[in-house]
């Protein structure tokens, strides 16, 4: 049975047999620097029968030192069998921020093709504001299983090739493609890819004033985006006349407006490689200023 991929930290799918809760926590920029992911997780609070899934173990290693890159087939199966993950397994991902971390791990999830995977929309710090029980002290082993191999969906995965062609392009939306940039207004305006254009995840989600993040609602997420990018690209991104890539710095935030446009019932790809490898290639083009909008 389908299961929706976003849902309120009070959902009672979190308590079902078949449920697998994943801290996905990752901290860009702890505040304070001693700050640690696993350490947290570790003491709690978390949700109940929680795992760490670790972001950086779980990436592939890259060569050229490009992080937070898409794990190999081998690479997945590997760990989502560590993490007592079976293929009918309801996986269901948070974070500590709110949402920050969780929608990449779904994604990568998404990519392998793994049928049931929700996101808990406000995560951590909204299940306590909404009083949902939460466990603390060392968090329970976890029983491993053999996750098969997948096959990774092509498709939903940008390749550099196929970006260096979209920034030769007479305007940001020739060639029926969309590519769009998650990152802050300042880095983007530092330097950007070509014909990229700006969604910048930190004024895509809502601020709570207990501090964390969350998806605005579909209504309000259609206005946001018709301010930004102008009436006329909401409607080709609602109406699939164009294909949405997303980019960011590092391949983290641009799952995050992924997410937003699967609220809307828009799936879109991703450029993994992002502006971190992009800008590292020797003789790649690049633009700085504000978006060409």
């Known amino acids: 049975m389908p299961v929706p991929l976003i849902i309120p930290p009070t959902s009672s799918l979190i308590a079902e047999p078949d449920a697998i809760v994943l801290d996905a926590s990752w901290l860009y920029e702890p505040d304070p620097p001693t700050r640690n992911a696993y350490e947290e997780f570790q003491s709690g609070p978390r949700f109940p029968n929680a795992r ?3 972001l950086d173990a779980v990436s592939e290693p890259h060569p050229d030192g490009y992080a937070l890159m898409l794990p190999s087939p081998e690479r997945f199966a590997a760990f989502a069998g560590k993490y007592g993950v079976t293929k ?6 948070y974070d500590g921020e709110g949402l920050f971390a969780a929608p990449r791990t779904a994604w990568t999830f998404k990519v392998y093709g793994h049928e ?3 996101v ?3 995560g ?7 009083g949902v029980k939460l466990e603390t002290g060392p968090p329970k082993p976890v029983e491993e299983t053999k996750y098969p191999v997948p096959t990774v969906d092509h498709n939903a995965v940008v390749q550099f090739d196929e970006v260096l062609r979209l920034t030769h392009r007479a305007s940001p939306s020739a060639d029926s493609t969309l590519l769009i940039d998650a990152r802050p207004v300042s880095s983007y305006q530092d330097g950007h890819i070509p014909t990229s254009l700006l969604l910048d995840f930190p004024s895509s989600l809502l601020q709570d004033p207990a501090n964390f993040t969350y998806l605005r609602s579909p209504g309000d997420l259609k206005e946001y985006i018709a301010e930004q990018l102008g009436q006329d690209k909401l409607d080709q991104i ?3 006349e164009v294909t949405v890539v997303n980019t960011c710095g590092g391949g ?3 799952a995050i407006n992924w997410l937003s446009l699967m609220s809307l019932g828009v799936d879109s790809r991703l450029y993994d ?3 971190g490898g992009y800008s590292a290639r020797q003789g790649t083009p690049t633009v700085s200023g504000p978006s060409p909008l």
């Open 273 to 275: 490689e992002a502006w």
């Open 52 to 54: 760490f899934w670790d």
């Open 124 to 130: 951590l710090p909204r299940a306590k504001k909404e």
């Open 116 to 118: 049931k995977v929700s």
């Open 252 to 254: 983290l935030s641009a």
């Open 120 to 122: 808990i929309n406000g």
């Open 238 to 240: 609602l109406s699939r």
């Open 88 to 93: 009918d397994s309801h996986v269901i991902v």
